[in-house]
């Protein structure tokens, strides 16, 4: 296979390995690796369109070449599920925090009005005891 050629399926195999590394760190909720990822492949993209634009495929090999990229696309779809999936749970538990911190804030001014109002002739009800 010319260098060209070669050059083409090496940089479509790093491609394949980001989105393998994509997937796990997706797995692992390990967001921050993805931006990572997805600077690397961003770059990585456009370092394949340009060689593709510039290195002639035999038939199969352009066969071959596309069936990658449908199994890419295939892979990525899947990423972008799991994605969503995790916005959802993300967005869910947000709504619980919110929902905690009010109910918190409730009891704070629960316990604050109960101290005022125990208070008589400058002493505490709770201190004659």
Known sequence: ?????????????????LTDRETSALRRGDIGYVLAIQERKARLTESLQAARRTTELSSDESAAFHERVRSLHARESGNLDTLRVQMAQNRQATREIGQAVQRSRQVRRGYSSIGSGLKTAGSSVLGQA
């Open 1 to 17: 296979m010319p260098a060209l050629r070669r050059r083409l399926f090496v940089l479509l195999g790093a491609y394949e390995d």
